[in-house]
């Protein structure tokens, strides 16, 4: 068995370190998806979406994308942590316009 050595730079170990924050707050948070997903009320659905984007980035429905993205990052690849979040919320704005 071999173990790969991958250098990063300062900028890549900073981002993957942030990648990773942001991957323990989606699982902290995902019993708000969890909520948004079975929520019927409308006006619930809502409070549910408003926090999940305070905390995690995104739009809940967004979660499993953003995880995958955020997994490359750790692995050295990708964008900003930020440029994601940012990427992410105008396409949900282009797709479902909010």
């Known amino acids: 068995m071999s173990i790969e050595f991958r250098p990063q730079t300062a900028e890549q170990a900073w981002q993957a ?3 990773d924050r942001k991957l323990q707050v989606l699982t902290a948070t ?13 006006r619930v659905c809502q409070a549910y979406v408003s926090l999940h984007r305070k905390l995690v980035g995104v739009h809940p429905a967004q979660r499993e994308e953003f995880r ?3 997994n490359r990052i750790c692995d050295g690849g ?12 105008r396409k949900w704005i282009d797709l479902y316009g909010g």
């Open 30 to 42: 995902a019993h708000l998806a969890e909520g948004w997903e079975r929520e019927t009320s409308e």
């Open 78 to 89: 990708g964008m900003l942590v930020e440029d994601l979040i940012d990427t992410l919320r």
């Open 17 to 19: 370190r942030a990648a």
């Open 68 to 70: 995958a993205a955020l």
